[in-house]
């Protein structure tokens, strides 16, 4: 990061999405813990791999796929709760699991 | 033969000309882009028209503006007439700002940009493009693609609205009417003037340059679309207005102030992509209301681990219902319920994963490898399928990763029983949370 960047990290005011008050350094680091749950990320080593653009995208991007396998998981299990095949038991365990 | 209309107006679409018979099979439409007949000529104009959207945006390119410009006119009202490319023709003041919308709709507008050439002023269209195309526009488009679910044109102000809500007032201009998208946004563009805007696409000189080359990537760009800032304003009106710019700025400063300059626009370029990804990342966290970045990482982190969690408790749940019970390796038998403590994730039913029959065992390890439960935040429980540990059990084990020696023990979260242990392990399990709260709302559940 330049210098120039830094300094404008501490001018900015705060409170604005595109403001710098927040240093780079805790964005950045925030920015690899998140690409450490990435999927993908499991198999790089570089800790800046990717930027921070890359990161974010595919953050949106593992977030969307997992919401598309929630709602897979999701009617998998209500269809096993209108089949006659589960206990009482069961049952009251798929509802608490679809929440 | 196809049609034999002159283009003076008829609509393409319509049969009557056509073969006999034929019409009932093929719709009449389908024959429109057909242009090898001898009406090749009336229709010339059009099949551009149409196609050039299509194509990739150097074919655009080179695909006659001029006999497009000329077409223009005319081509509005044949393709009034066709029946799919309806709404195609109409917006045109603003055939680039169809380009805005996500990309169910891109077919449709590239056809509707690519007929309407009277991009005189291409100020959204270049503007995403150009920095569209550097980032993934591919990925991009997928980004964009799921969350507006618009078969019409009208979610798509929705999306630009609340992408850019912030920074861009005029998204709100952009009404949902099909038409009205594009011209409230024409409108829109010179208002947009002062916004220079966190979603602003790098009025850029490349933005001149890829003016017809982006038609195909604005895919992306539902959001931020809209903003314009008054520099990239007056650098996409005219690849002139954008020379002069540079030249004056060439002539006022040095090369090194020019130098800065472009630097500075390269940097808000990147800011700017940036933050347009944050905005997309806090649309899709729930109950996101922080604005500053890093909170809102944080935030995205934690949900990224719920989520994970969450795909994790039910993908173990389906595959331990769906399971016949005598699956469970006899081992498995041994180890007992194990109430521990399952602290952290109180808002799932993680008592459930007890009581689940865990009977896919040899499931789970294939689950495991997906890779998702290795990314949960926890203390190395051996997550890939331990031995003794059956894979099931860390889920679990993860939840009890506050007391670390549950790992040892971890298997004893494993029912030895499918059905019988679904209905005792909860209770037990419940009892020995060391949480009240926990068990008391698994119960609540």
């Known amino acids: 990061m330049s210098s120039s960047r830094r300094s404008r990290t501490r001018r900015a005011g705060t409170s604005s999405l595109s403001s710098r008050s927040i240093s780079e350094d805790q964005i950045s680091e925030l920015l690899s813990k998140l690409q450490a749950l990435l999927p993908e990320s499991q198999s790089r080593n570089g800790v800046h791999r990717g930027s921070a653009a890359r990161v974010l995208q595919d953050t949106c991007s593992y977030i969307r796929s997992l919401h598309q396998e929630v709602d897979n998981l999701s009617e998998t299990l209500a269809e096993l709760l209108s089949s006659a095949d589960v206990t009482s038991d069961q049952a009251a365990v798929i509802r608490s699991l679809l929440m | 033969m196809l049609l034999h209309h002159d283009d003076a107006g008829p609509p393409l679409g319509l049969p009557a000309h056509d073969d006999d018979g034929d019409d009932d099979a093929v719709p009449p439409w389908l024959h429109c882009p057909v242009v090898g007949d001898a009406d090749a000529d009336d229709t010339a104009p059009l099949p551009p028209e149409y196609c050039a959207g299509l194509l990739p945006a150097e074919y655009s390119a080179a695909a006659p503006p001029e006999p497009a410009k000329q077409a223009a006119p005319p081509a509005p009202a044949p393709a009034e007439g066709v029946m799919n490319f309806t709404f195609f023709s109409r917006p045109l003041q603003r055939p ?118 982006g038609s195909l990537h604005h895919q992306h760009h539902a959001d931020c679309s809209v903003s314009l800032s008054q520099d990239e304003l007056d650098l996409d009106v005219d690849d002139e207005g954008g020379a002069t710019r540079r030249s004056s700025a060439a002539a006022r400063s040095s090369k090194r102030s020019r130098t800065a300059e472009v630097h500075n626009l390269s940097e808000r370029r990147r800011r700017d992509r940036i933050n347009e990804k944050m905005r997309a990342l806090q649309e899709l966290i729930p109950n996101c209301n922080k604005i500053d970045k890093a909170s809102m990482l944080e935030e995205a982190i934690e949900y990224l681990k719920t989520l994970q969690l969450q795909v994790q408790m039910m993908s173990m749940g389906s595959a331990g219902l769906c399971v016949p019970p005598m699956l469970l390796p006899a081992a498995a ?43 949960f935040p926890c203390p190395p429980m051996a997550m890939p399928a331990p031995g003794p540990m059956f894979g099931v059990p860390s889920p679990a084990a993860m939840f009890a990763h506050a007391a670390a020696p549950a790992a040892g023990t971890g298997a004893g979260t494993a029912p030895p029983e499918q059905v019988e242990a679904a209905a005792a392990a909860p209770a037990p399990a419940r009892s020995g949370a060391e949480q009240p709260p926990v068990p008391a709302a698994a119960q609540e559940t």
């Open chain 2, 96 to 213: 680039p700002a169809s380009h805005s919308h996500p990309v169910r709709e891109s077919t449709a507008v590239q056809a509707a940009a690519a007929t309407n050439r009277l991009r005189s002023t291409p100020l959204f269209s270049e503007q995403r493009m150009a920095w569209l195309q550097p980032p993934k526009a591919p990925r991009a488009a997928a980004v964009v693609a799921p969350p507006p679910p618009p078969p019409t044109q009208a979610p798509l102000a929705p999306p630009p609205d609340g992408r850019c809500r912030g920074a861009v007032k005029e998204a709100g201009t952009v009404t949902p009417t099909p038409h009205g998208m594009q011209q409230p946004e024409a409108a829109a563009a010179p208002d947009a003037v002062t916004t220079s805007s966190v979603c602003s696409g790098n009025g850029d000189r490349s933005h001149a340059n890829k003016r017809s080359g």
């Open chain 2, 333 to 375: 038998m041994a180890a007992l319920p194990h109430p521990h403590p399952m602290a952290q994730y109180a808002h799932f039913p993680h008592h459930m994963a007890m009581g689940l029959g865990f009977g896919a065992f040899d499931m789970l390890p294939l689950q495991l490898a997906r890779g998702v439960p290795a990314h």
